[in-house]
């Protein structure tokens, strides 16, 4: 017996790795922890009143048997809020459900979660009109559904949301309520404050601007299970002619503290995940945010992970808007809930909080953590303009001056939406290094402190940093921008990394005085790129951009950027320590 017990231990501990080796949880990598349980699922649709009468359109996709029966075991629910359209008939007939397109919420369904998909009011087959984008109204609807959600028999009460863009910042807007079920959110870019988003810099983004989708109406969309007929839908839908158009908001609105003749509020601190963050601190949900460094959402992510401990994860890859193809993000969804809604005990809690790319790294050390930002050692060194075209380190050059006529017919007011821009090298004026000696590793935000004179009394100012390699090629990798009459700096109100920041009251507002110099200090948006010995970076400095949707009236004005002297134009660079 003894000899018995004996071999039985060895057993064990040699059998010990193997086991182990099976169980794999690291970002983007799972397995071992959550076994796929079912190999199908079952949708449903119906409409659930919220507390002022209004009807929501909601698409339920739960496990179920190889019969095609809903399992009876309650699990956490997932829930995404969108104005997308839960569910719509294609022209050929065919019905596609966003359940079965959204990436990764079928295959959630599959290990044991129950996903909700809600039409927003004035969308889709909801009922009401819409007011203005993710408002209080919204809120409260998320708030009304998520606890819903957590009453039903076949919810354990653990609710989460996910999504990304709009279906983001829907949960930053249901977070922002509070509401006692809403455990976890993993929202995809998405804004921490609504103005330093859409209004980077006083610019209203384009793609905020865009005509309204012929979807917006409701075209095609499917009717709930009840309503074979559609005629709820078609009364859903004589509402939404009443909802307010977006580009009509922004319009009004171009300083922060604006009120808007629309929408009755002071729109941006409304709909402002930073306007609520103490409450968000202390009730809310935990969060897992992510985006890419080529998105208009990037530094978002940083400056909401400074201002709210709920943020536990932050993930930040090499792509654009809602894209992660080097990026197992299923894996990582299915991670984060696991840990947060059903209690598994993965150790993604215990790694290190941020997850970002550094592009031209070695192949397979693309990928790097770390648990503060900006990262640890960050040094920041000035590179000063010339009259040369040139950017050098050290101390300022002699005073000189380059000027360039605005070029709008890179504007493409085409009605398309492009969310990052292209090179603009050739439409302004470019500043170039000398080749590194040395391998560097550019990560974190970039700052532009330029002395700018117009013909005008008023002007746009964009900022492009591009990595140039020596066979000529080059990328960008950060952009910024700003309206010379918001240069006013400001003390922000809550922590912005230490970058320059912008108030933007009308009461700050500043026409310049032709041909007299300012000095304009904006951040680019963040990246983190390696540098190799060669390597040379190049600012560009125009006075538009591809992605406006319109342009003054007035010809083209000059614009002057001085160098040297009393009126050193610089940017500001960070960089870090090599990985080894």
């Known amino acids: 017996m003894a000899g018995l017990r004996a071999w039985l231990l060895c057993m064990a501990v040699a059998l010990t790795p193997i086991a182990q080796a099976q169980r794999i949880s690291k970002p983007g990598e799972y397995a071992g922890y959550s076994p796929r349980l079912y190999d199908r699922w079952v949708r449903s649709s119906v409409y659930v009143p919220v507390r002022d009468g209004t009807r929501l359109a909601v698409d339920i996709y739960r496990p179920a048997t190889t019969s095609g029966q809903p399992v009876d075991k309650p699990y956490p629910v997932l829930w995404t809020h969108t104005p997308y359209q839960r569910a719509v008939r294609a022209a050929d007939g065919s019905v596609q459900l966003s359940g079965d397109t959204f990436m990764p919420s079928r295959d959630l369904v599959l290990h044991g979660y129950v996903v909700a998909i809600v039409d927003t009011r004035g969308k889709g087959a909801s009922f009401g009109t819409r007011r203005g984008m993710q408002d209080s109204t919204e809120g409260r609807d998320a708030y009304d559904m998520t606890e819903w959600l957590a009453r039903q028999p076949w919810s354990d009460g653990q609710v989460g949301m996910l999504g990304c863009s709009y279906v983001g910042d829907a949960q930053n807007n ?33 793609f905020h601007t865009r005509p309204e989708d012929p979807r917006d109406q409701g075209a095609g969309t499917l009717p709930v299970d009840a309503d074979p007929q559609g ?7 004589e509402g939404h002619v009443r909802n307010t158009a977006m580009a ?54 940083f400056i909401a992970r400074a201002n709210l401990k709920n943020v536990v994860k932050l993930l930040i890859g090499p792509e654009g808007h809602c894209r992660s193809d080097q990026f197992n993000l299923f894996a990582e969804h299915l991670r984060y809930f696991d840990r947060y809604l059903k209690g598994v005990d993965n150790g993604i809690d215990r790694e290190p909080s941020i997850h970002y790319y550094t592009y031209n790294a ?29 950017l050098a380190s050290g101390k300022p050059g002699r005073a000189g001056v380059l000027r360039f006529e605005v070029d709008y017919a890179v504007v493409k007011n085409d009605g398309k939406t492009l969310l990052w821009p292209v090179s603009q090298f050739g439409h302004g004026l470019s500043y170039v290094t000398p080749p590194f000696t040395e391998d560097m590793q550019l990560t974190g935000h970039a700052v532009v402190s330029l002395w700018i004179s117009t013909t005008a009394t008023d002007g746009d100012v964009f900022a492009y940093l591009e990595e140039v390699h020596p066979d000529g090629s080059s990328a960008l990798r950060a952009h910024g921008r700003l309206r010379a009459s918001h240069r006013k700096l400001g003390t922000p109100p809550h922590d912005y990394l230490g970058l320059p920041w912008h108030r933007s009251f009308r009461e700050d507002h500043a026409p310049m005085r032709p041909g007299v110099p300012e000095e304009l200090r904006f951040d680019l948006l963040p990246t983190s790129t390696l ?21 003054p009236a007035d010809a083209p004005p000059t614009v002057s950027v001085h160098s040297g002297g009393t009126m050193a134009s610089y940017i500001e660079l960070p960089f870090v320590p090599l990985k080894d």
């Open 174 to 206: 249901a977070a922002a309520t509070t509401p006692p079920s809403l455990k976890a959110i993993f929202p995809g870019a998405s804004s921490f404050n609504r103005y330093d988003f859409v209004s980077r810099g006083g610019l209203t983004a384009q």
């Open 231 to 237: 005629l709820d839908l078609a009364a859903a839908r």
């Open 248 to 301: 009509s908001i922004w319009k009004d609105i171009p300083f922060r503290d604006d009120w808007s003749p629309l929408l009755k509020s002071r729109f941006w601190e409304e709909t402002s995940l930073s306007t609520y963050r103490n409450a968000v601190e202390m009730r809310g949900p935990v969060m897992y945010r992510w985006t890419g460094w080529a998105d208009e959402f990037s530094a978002e992510q």
């Open 362 to 390: 070695e192949p397979g050390h693309e990928w790097r953590s770390a648990d503060s930002w900006p990262l640890p050692g960050t040094r920041k060194e000035r590179y000063f303009l010339s009259a040369e075209h040139g």
């Open 531 to 551: 540098l190799r010995k060669g390597d040379r970076l190049r600012l560009v400095i125009t006075g538009a951009d591809p992605r406006q949707r319109s342009v």
